[in-house]
């Protein structure tokens, strides 16, 4: 049978789409999918391992090149997350 | 194995050492700064003065000697526009400038006194480039100062967790009636 697609619509069709695994969306999902529906969580950037990719937790203020605010480059290359008060030095390496 | 295989395999292996420096998706960037430093050694120097002008050491260390001109150059190439940039080399020249012209010497030569007055000129000067300067460099210094370890550690005393709860404390008789 040739692969035609057309369940194409219907694979990328969900109930519910959660945007961000945050502590808000990661439950909202939990209770969607637990209630049985379709559900599509976005997240954005790398996989974070528990204690292993928090490598700012211990960080001095002092310590930070910058004092924790945005180098241009890094804002140039990611002007909409830059805008958000939780995006600055200390965290910047969860993109 | 099959000697088409083989060859099959080597192509790919060729194909993904040539292609994957290409998926190199990290973001680091060398900073320019480190390779060329855009302040001339006179003008870090005068900055250093600047800054330890600002802050002067007195029982504490001044603002050059916790090296916030250092933190001050570093902001202004990393975090800010190449005007920024640009106004900080020239009001550094205007400074020299002024120093000579005013007291005939250069900016460290002169007394305390007479380089507040240079500074507050810069500060109060009817050009917008000196009043900038001045605003910039300050700033930049209060910041880098007042977030110096040694300031954090010794006059803030800067705690990662605040407010310790102590259960168990030893309670004063006198403190009691």
Same mark, same amino acid.
């Given at each position: 049978m040739a692969n035609l697609a057309i369940d194409a619509v219907k694979g990328m069709t969900y109930d519910a789409i959660v945007i961000g695994s945050g502590i808000s969306g990661g439950w909202a999902a939990k209770e969607l999918t637990g209630h049985g529906l379709k559900t599509l969580v976005l997240e954005r950037g790398k996989d974070v391992k528990h204690i292993k990719d928090y490598p700012t937790t211990t960080t001095n203020p002092w310590e930070f090149e910058h004092r924790n605010q945005l180098t241009l480059d890094v804002k140039k290359d990611n002007p909409i997350i830059s805008k958000c008060y939780a995006f600055y030095e200390g965290t910047e390496h969860f993109l | 194995m099959n000697r088409r295989v083989v060859i099959r395999n080597m192509a790919l292996a060729v194909t993904g050492l040539v292609l994957l420096p290409g998926c190199? %998706? =990290?973001?680091k960037k060398a900073v320019a700064h480190e390779l060329q #430093? &855009? %302040? =001339?050694p006179s003008q870090e120097g005068l900055l250093a003065q600047v800054v330890d002008t600002i802050i002067p050491a007195t029982d504490t260390p001044g603002a050059k000697d916790l090296n916030v001109h250092l933190f001050v150059q570093k902001m202004v190439t990393d975090c800010y526009e190449k005007e920024a940039q640009e106004n900080l080399v020239n009001g550094l020249e205007a400074l020299k400038t002024k120093a000579k012209k005013a007291h005939g010497k250069a900016f460290d030569a002169c007394s305390t006194a007479e380089r507040i007055a240079l500074l507050r000129g810069m500060e109060q000067s009817g050009e917008a480039m000196e009043q900038e300067f001045y605003k910039l460099v300050k700033g930049l210094t209060v910041q880098g100062y007042m977030s110096s370890e040694y300031v954090m550690m010794? %006059?803030?005393? &800067?705690?990662?967790? #605040? $407010?310790? &709860? &102590? $259960?168990c404390v030893p309670v004063n008789s006198k403190t009691l009636s």
């Amino acid at each position: 049978m040739a692969n035609l697609a057309i369940d194409a619509v219907k694979g990328m069709t969900y109930d519910a789409i959660v945007i961000g695994s945050g502590i808000s969306g990661g439950w909202a999902a939990k209770e969607l999918t637990g209630h049985g529906l379709k559900t599509l969580v976005l997240e954005r950037g790398k996989d974070v391992k528990h204690i292993k990719d928090y490598p700012t937790t211990t960080t001095n203020p002092w310590e930070f090149e910058h004092r924790n605010q945005l180098t241009l480059d890094v804002k140039k290359d990611n002007p909409i997350i830059s805008k958000c008060y939780a995006f600055y030095e200390g965290t910047e390496h969860f993109l | 194995m099959n000697r088409r295989v083989v060859i099959r395999n080597m192509a790919l292996a060729v194909t993904g050492l040539v292609l994957l420096p290409g998926c190199d %998706l =990290s973001t680091k960037k060398a900073v320019a700064h480190e390779l060329q #430093p &855009y %302040l =001339s050694p006179s003008q870090e120097g005068l900055l250093a003065q600047v800054v330890d002008t600002i802050i002067p050491a007195t029982d504490t260390p001044g603002a050059k000697d916790l090296n916030v001109h250092l933190f001050v150059q570093k902001m202004v190439t990393d975090c800010y526009e190449k005007e920024a940039q640009e106004n900080l080399v020239n009001g550094l020249e205007a400074l020299k400038t002024k120093a000579k012209k005013a007291h005939g010497k250069a900016f460290d030569a002169c007394s305390t006194a007479e380089r507040i007055a240079l500074l507050r000129g810069m500060e109060q000067s009817g050009e917008a480039m000196e009043q900038e300067f001045y605003k910039l460099v300050k700033g930049l210094t209060v910041q880098g100062y007042m977030s110096s370890e040694y300031v954090m550690m010794n %006059l803030t005393h &800067y705690e990662a967790v #605040p $407010g310790h &709860y &102590y $259960g168990c404390v030893p309670v004063n008789s006198k403190t009691l009636s």
